[in-house]
């Protein structure tokens, strides 16, 4: 008679499957995730408990933080089409190279005056520093450059809509939202001066870009 | 842990000649933990970085005449006049003749919040039915997060009729005297 041999258990488990699975999720994430360039004007929002997410498309956000306002639409197509009626309304030219660079540009506070200059700059010197904030009045003239360039981005988002219309799949989205993202210690003179810019032009319905907080 | 199968190195001269066994296997608990952990990472970052959306309505603006104040019942309206040092004057009716004097209350769920969950019960008794209507004047005093965390308070509260109006003289007045119009 042989050895009663002890069995021993097998303790590994085939993870290949588990792997495969794992890593197809992790690609998906990865691909998914929008790669946020860090953004110029730092901008530490107050909290609150409303549940609607920004939207990612179509809609045009003022920032502001220390007293400067800065503007970005999120469409690099209307971006171009809002700096090409901008340069029409003051008179400023600007080149094919300019127009590539500015739709590369995701938030920006320079008199228009200044933009060219502002393009000209290699993307990480365009710190907070240099630049002063969007000028905004209590005015509708164009001294008042925050209300052309809103209102020069709702156009050209009516503009850009229309042009796509006849693409299959095509949904409107509708009018171009308006967000203020404002820091939470801006003092409320500033705020008020953008809500009374909005609402020169009929813009009543904008939202606050705020961050979570849990209800209590 | 690893078992990677190792060639024995044995020449093929004499002896039997063994099948090889085609893969060896290798352990992947460590590459499954760390795929997991990085996936819960971007799942978590993907999701948490949008930032939310406060809807704000404002009334249509009357740019010809700017004086042009709707009146609404003093039985119905409360003011809350957001000064500076995150705190909130409040009052019930009009200034000059208040149902219920200036009183000055903090943010958050034990200040202006209970006065609101008081007022909607109180209003409607008062107004023969009619809700609450707040009017929120923030002065220049005030910080955007004060802005925000009293619209916040509309919603949780579930004030159907509020809204942000311009503050006058006499309540900057009213403010400066309870000491709330600090920088």
Excluded: H
Excluded at chain 1, 47 to 76: C, E, M, R
Excluded at chain 1, 151 to 156: D, I, M
Excluded at chain 2, 134 to 144: A, F, L, M, T, Y
């Amino acid at each position: 008679m042989g050895k009663a041999k002890v069995k021993r258990a097998s303790t590994s488990i085939d993870m290949t499957a588990m792997c495969d699975v794992s890593f197809l999720l992790l690609t998906f994430f990865v691909l998914t995730a929008t790669a946020r360039q860090p953004e110029v004007l730092v901008v530490d929002t107050p909290a609150s408990t409303t549940p609607d997410k920004l939207p990612d498309d179509n809609v045009g956000i003022i920032s502001v933080a220390k007293g400067k306002i800065f503007f970005g639409v999120k469409n690099p197509n209307v971006r171009e089409i809002t700096l090409k009626n901008m340069s029409q309304k003051y008179n400023i030219a600007f080149s094919a190279e300019d127009y590539e660079k500015f739709k590369q540009l995701d938030e920006f506070g320079v008199p228009i005056k200044n933009l060219r200059q502002l393009l000209s700059l290699p993307n990480e010197q365009r710190k907070e520093e240099i630049q002063p904030g969007i000028p905004v009045d209590s005015t509708e003239t164009a001294s008042n450059e925050l209300y052309s360039w809103v209102q020069e981005a709702r156009k050209a988002t009516i503009e850009f809509n229309r042009s796509r219309e006849g693409e299959r799949d095509f949904v409107d989205p509708g009018p171009m939202k308006v967000a203020i993202k404002a820091d939470a210690e801006e003092k409320y003179p500033t705020v008020n001066l953008i809500i009374e810019t909005l609402r020169n032009q009929k813009q009543n319905k904008f939202s606050f870009v705020t961050g979570l907080r849990a209800e209590q | 842990m690893a078992e990677l199968n190792q060639d024995s190195g044995k020449g093929d001269k004499g002896g039997k000649v063994r099948a090889k066994k085609a893969g060896g296997k290798v352990d992947l608990t460590a590459m499954v933990d760390l795929a997991f952990l990085l996936i819960t990472f971007f799942m978590l970052t993907t999701s948490l970085n949008k930032p939310q959306a406060m809807d704000v309505a404002m009334p249509d603006k009357n740019k010809i005449d700017a004086n042009d104040n709707l009146e609404i019942a003093d039985n119905r309206s409360i003011t809350l006049l957001l000064g500076s040092d995150n705190k909130i004057s409040w009052y019930y009716g009009q200034l000059s003749n208040p149902i219920y004097p200036p009183t000055t209350v903090a943010y958050g769920k034990d200040g202006i919040r209970q006065v609101l969950l008081r007022m909607q019960k109180e209003v409607p008794a008062r107004a023969g039915g009619k809700d609450l209507i707040v009017v929120i004047r923030p002065s220049e005093k005030s910080v955007q997060r004060n802005l925000v965390d009293i619209l916040d308070e509309m919603k949780i509260v579930d004030v159907k009729r509020y809204m942000i109006s311009k503050i006058n003289n006499d309540e900057i007045e009213l403010l400066k005297r309870e000491g709330l119009f600090n920088d």
